[in-house]
């Protein structure tokens, strides 16, 4: 695979990786998409559970804990003495999902360390796995969500395929579920890595498929509560309809606007019963709404195939394309994008079925995807990978002086910056735009990671070099002969990294 440019590194990717060759010029908009289709050494490396692992894992800490709750009652000890240990969040504080996002930052970086104590750093793929038997089921599941956030940070800073890496994020944000409300935590790689990484190359109407039918996914947005009010198990137990999924499907993952309140209880009848679990996913009729459904003006039956039928239709109309086009040319190029570009994208996705290697196309041959005016911010997660790559790091280092207890602790310092992994606090996922993420706690964030991973690698390098290899033509004089000034070299490093050129992409 032929190397990328500096340009498609920084826009398409997190940044230039150290100990990697660039290939001159501009950007190639195939050499980008050929990355969908190239070899990942790392993907083995950082590889996580299946779904059916997790499944099984769950339902194991389930059955022991149900027995011991048995045997507590029987024996007449205290729950403490017998029941196994509770499964943690990656972040359990109640009080950040009450924080509102603009203010995100001392609260979500305290207890997101208190969860990733270094103590537990033994695991992926530097550490024991979640599968190692001399764990009990309740640690196991511990440590599978610690490696699924290290895999979330390690994957996109040592992979060769950055854009494949961006754009899982992108439409993982763009369909977005979070560990910050109900207890998905599970499972929330496996909807990564089975609903969307999958279908980045794929159709958009299949992504939406994945997505709808993933337990995570139903699980966050509490559709295992909603059921038919005229079902079987409706007029015998008094349930009924939540309509949250369906809500979020039509507001978030595909229209934005265009439907009616109407149209979300009509589609909420018509996913009540849906569920996916260790027995697979399909509508149980007991629990499912009779009757047609009339959604959108089209009329719909029940069943499986009929919640399909639907999300092929929504995926095929014009305000989804709309709305795709729209996020895709937001997050790569600008927070107000050219219009003429959204245009773009949007024609080409309906032209082509949803398949999304022809919007990316599109995208990649716009003027301004190759524009060297950088006009977007990192979000933390962005901002953290790209400094592992420039370091040639991964974020499992040891011994990084200066960190406490000498781990880089990446989930904190990302969580002070505003974006504790997983957590985003609304089903609308992480803000898209600067204003989400330039509070002053945040932006002092940034500075203090620049200065703690500067001190702890500055030694090693020459900080205009640095300069050069991050930024090139793109560094500004001033930056340039700021870090030249600097006394010391790790001094020169933190004003590069700490550099608003170096915060965006």
Do not use: C
């Not at 993907?43 to 997790?54: G, I, K, Q």
């Not at 107000?336 to 990649?364: F, I």
């Not at 033509?473 to 490093?493: K, N």
């Amino acid at each position: 695979m032929e190397a990328p440019s500096l340009i498609e590194e920084i826009r398409f990717g997190y940044g230039p990786r150290a100990g990697t060759s660039l290939s001159p010029g501009g950007l190639e908009p195939e050499r980008l998409l050929a990355q969908l289709t190239a070899p990942d050494d790392s993907a083995a490396v950082w590889s996580r559970p299946p779904l059916a692992v997790r499944f099984a894992l769950q339902e194991q800490y389930k059955a022991e804990k149900m027995a011991a709750d048995l045997l507590t009652g029987k024996q007449g000890k205290t729950a403490k003495a017998v029941k196994p240990p509770k499964v943690p969040e990656i972040a359990t504080s109640a009080e950040m999902t009450k924080t509102p996002q603009m203010n995100a930052g001392a609260d979500m970086a305290k207890t997101a360390e208190m969860a990733m104590t270094p103590d537990m750093h033994k695991g992926s793929p530097l550490m024991p796995r979640a599968d190692d038997p001399s764990l009990t089921l309740g640690q196991r599941l511990k440590q599978m969500q610690f490696g699924d956030v290290e895999s979330y940070i390690g994957r996109p800073a040592v992979t060769a395929v950055a854009f494949v890496e961006r754009l899982v994020n992108m439409w993982s944000n763009r369909i977005s579920i979070s560990n910050a409300s109900n207890n998905v935590g599970n499972f929330l790689q496996s909807f990564r890595d089975d609903a969307i990484r999958p279908n980045i190359a794929g159709r958009y109407a299949d992504m939406l498929k994945a997505a709808l039918w993933h337990p995570a996914m139903q699980v966050y947005l509490t559709q295992t509560d909603s059921i038919g009010p005229d079902s079987v198990v409706g007029k015998a137990k008094g349930k009924g309809l939540n309509e949250n999924l369906a809500r979020e499907f039509l507001e978030l993952h595909s229209m934005g606007h265009g439907y009616t309140q109407t149209d979300v209880t009509e589609f909420a009848k018509l996913l009540s019963g849906m569920i996916n679990d260790t027995n697979g996913a399909r509508v149980v009729p007991r629990r499912a709404e009779p009757g047609k459904k009339k959604i959108l003006g089209v009329t719909y039956g029940e069943g499986m195939n009929e919640i399909n039928r639907l999300v092929e239709n929504v995926a095929h109309r014009q305000e989804t394309a709309d709305a795709v086009a729209f996020f895709m040319a937001r997050h790569f190029i600008a927070d107000v994008p050219p219009p003429d570009l959204v245009q773009a994208l949007s024609a080409t996705y309906l032209k082509n079925d949803t398949e999304l290697v022809p919007v990316y196309r599109t995208l990649l041959q716009h003027p301004s995807a190759s524009d060297t005016n950088l006009q977007k911010v990192r979000a933390p997660h962005e901002y953290a990978v790209a400094t592992l790559r420039l370091m040639g790091l991964n974020g499992l280092e040891q011994n990084m002086t200066g960190f406490p207890k000498d781990s880089l602790h990446v989930p904190a310092a990302m969580a002070r910056m505003g974006q504790p992994p997983y957590r985003a606090l609304r089903p609308d996922g992480w803000p898209e735009v600067a204003d989400g993420w330039m509070t002053p706690p945040m932006m002092a964030a940034r500075v203090d990671w620049a200065i703690d991973i500067a001190r702890a690698t500055g030694d090693r390098v020459e900080p205009a070099a640095m300069v050069d290899f991050a930024l090139g033509d793109m560094a500004t004089p001033l930056l340039q002969h700021a870090v030249a000034g600097a006394e010391q070299r790790w001094e020169g490093l933190a004003v590069l990294i700490a550099s608003p050129e170096f915060s965006r992409r």
